[in-house]
């Protein structure tokens, strides 16, 4: 009689959902797997068999536990990056609109004063996505400040351009720090992309040699094969 709970081998998880932050669940399952097919194979009525007869010893058990280790410890720093992001993000956005309301009001004192297209083009009036285009943005904002003190605009104080001014080295300064932020989210994350794939491997070869030492034809290694995550009723694929 077949074993009535066959568990079929888990293949690596996909990536597509999103848990825990930046982190898919199919890292965080792989990770798991690792570790539940590493305490199999350090159980001590496992262990000897697959050293003898699989060359499964224990320095390569211990690589599959130093991968899980280190990769567990990759994915709590890829979370911190990317709330650090997040972070970054909401900062720069804030920023870059404090920005744009104040080229908005120098933009409105000068449409007051010059009704000529050429002068309202050079203060960016009715430019087509101001203020969006994060790659004009500041030559954009630069242009309007030093026009709107050259021009001597009604109510465009001093105090108003120094706090224009400010208002753009904040946004440039919260911009860099988004890119750096996101730039440490992504090779965190490649990090433990390639971390989760030695998983992988190390567990594959660890589960083969299982499969080998406890055939799935003799019912009373179900157990065992369960533990390794292993189908009870047929060998696994390569």
Same mark, same amino acid.
């Given at each position: 009689?077949?074993?009535?709970?066959?568990?079929?081998?888990p293949?690596?998880?996909?990536?597509?959902?999103?848990?825990?932050?930046?982190?898919?669940?199919? /890292?965080?399952?792989?990770?798991?797997?690792?570790?539940?097919? *590493? *305490?199999?194979?350090?159980?001590? *009525?496992?262990?000897?068999?697959?050293?003898?007869?699989?060359?499964?010893?224990?320095?390569?058990?211990?690589?599959?536990?130093?991968?899980?280790t280190?990769?567990?410890?990759? =994915?709590?720093?890829?979370?911190?990056?990317?709330?650090?992001?997040?972070?970054a993000t909401?900062?720069a956005?804030?920023?870059?609109?404090?920005?744009?309301?104040?080229?908005?009001d120098?933009?409105?004192? =000068?449409?007051?004063?010059?009704?000529? @297209?050429?002068?309202?083009?050079a203060y960016?009036?009715n430019?087509?996505?101001?203020?969006?285009?994060?790659?004009?943005?500041?030559?954009?904002?630069?242009?309007?400040?030093?026009?709107?003190?050259?021009?001597?605009?009604?109510?465009?104080?001093?105090? @108003?351009?120094?706090?224009?001014?400010? *208002?753009?080295?904040?946004?440039k300064?919260a911009?860099?720090n988004?890119? @750096?932020?996101?730039?440490?989210?992504?090779?965190?994350l490649?990090?433990?992309e390639?971390?989760?794939?030695?998983?992988?491997?190390?567990? /594959?070869?660890?589960?083969?040699?299982a499969?080998?030492?406890w055939?799935?034809?003799? @019912?009373?290694?179900?157990?065992?094969?369960?533990?390794?995550?292993?189908?009870?009723n047929?060998?696994?694929?390569?």
């Amino acid at each position: 009689m077949a074993d009535p709970t066959p568990t079929p081998i888990p293949a690596p998880a996909n990536k597509t959902s999103k848990a825990h932050g930046d982190l898919d669940k199919g /890292h965080l399952a792989n990770i798991q797997l690792g570790e539940d097919v *590493a *305490a199999a194979a350090q159980d001590p *009525a496992h262990a000897a068999r697959l050293a003898t007869d699989e060359q499964i010893d224990a320095p390569t058990v211990a690589n599959l536990v130093t991968l899980t280790t280190d990769t567990r410890t990759l =994915a709590g720093q890829v979370i911190t990056a990317k709330k650090g992001h997040l972070t970054a993000t909401a900062t720069a956005v804030t920023a870059q609109k404090a920005l744009v309301r104040g080229l908005r009001d120098i933009q409105q004192r =000068a449409k007051a004063k010059f009704k000529d @297209k050429p002068k309202r083009s050079a203060y960016c009036i009715n430019k087509e996505n101001f203020g969006r285009d994060r790659q004009s943005l500041e030559q954009d904002a630069t242009d309007i400040i030093t026009l709107g003190a050259a021009d001597a605009l009604r109510g465009l104080t001093p105090a @108003k351009i120094t706090a224009a001014k400010a *208002a753009l080295t904040a946004w440039k300064q919260a911009d860099v720090n988004q890119g @750096k932020a996101e730039e440490a989210r992504s090779t965190l994350l490649g990090q433990l992309e390639a971390k989760v794939e030695a998983i992988n491997a190390a567990r /594959h070869d660890i589960q083969l040699a299982a499969d080998t030492c406890w055939p799935p034809t003799d @019912k009373a290694n179900a157990p065992i094969r369960r533990s390794f995550k292993i189908p009870t009723n047929k060998s696994i694929v390569q």
